[in-house]
DNA sequence: CGTAGACCCTGCGCGC
DNA sequence: TGCGCGCAGGGTCTAC
């Protein structure tokens, strides 16, 4: 389900209503998830704590506690955050609830249990096996063409695979890497080592356009996206590629084709993508 | 070393 | 209406 700019929607959703909010304490219905939940670990660090903000690293939502930790959590495929009354039955696959003051609870739903729900300290993140790894930010500073270029120095490999890897980028997915390429006009095939450097250029700034575009609309809604209150997005009514075989391209009217990267679906138009 | 593929899991929509 | 199949927005591990 979500990429960065269902992540970063989630938390502009989340953070006035948790934001100096108190857990008063957390349950863990079900840890089961792509790594199991550490139950004691977690309860114990979130019980009796305030929430003093919310931070996104690459599709991982941070949720700083006072004191040193910060539960963290990542939605995998399927995985819902959802902000509903202390009252609200208990859903299946619900994994963690954390119980606010003000009668209500912070539900974590995750049917397809790709997701992943941890803590670890708020000011040492790298220090964490989960980000260590992690490429730069591409809606900070440091992204842009000469970042691309410089990260692709020595790979083969698809373009498309390459902007999906996040050892070089994060947040980019299925849906925006298909349609970052068609704003930029490159063919999700073509090899990382033909490019040139002014298309790194125009591929980092439709990378950034594109995620920017989409938090401003609400994140992507293909079937079940909603933020932390339960609205959906609306930028799926703006994908220029993903998911529309078949149609004409808006930009050069040939038809967008859908072919499989990787396990995975790729849509681009044939007219104008190189 | 990189890259390709399998795999983790449930639910949904489609065609028959 | 019911069933089986293919497909789904993520990430990691193994085998080449």
Redesign the pocket.
Known sequence: ???LP?VEVLRLSLEPVLTGRLIERARVYDPRL?EPIDRRRWCAAARGRRVVGLRRR??YLLIDLEGPNSLVI?L???GRLTLVPSTAERE??EHVALMLEGQERLRLRD????GLAFVTRSDALDDDR?FAHLGVEPLSDRFDGAYLRAAARG????VK?FIMD?RRVVGV???YASEALHRAGIHPTRSVARIAAARWDSLAHAIRAVLERAIEEG???????ANGLGESGYFQVSLAAYDREGEACGKCEASIRRIVM????TYYCPGCQR
């Open positions: 389900m979500p990429e269902e792509r690459a599709k990542h995998g495929m399927s299946r696959h049917p397809r249990r790709f989960h790979c083969r490999g698809p695979s996040a997915g299925n849906i994140g992507t809604t293909l079937n079940d996206f990787a396990g995975r679906s």
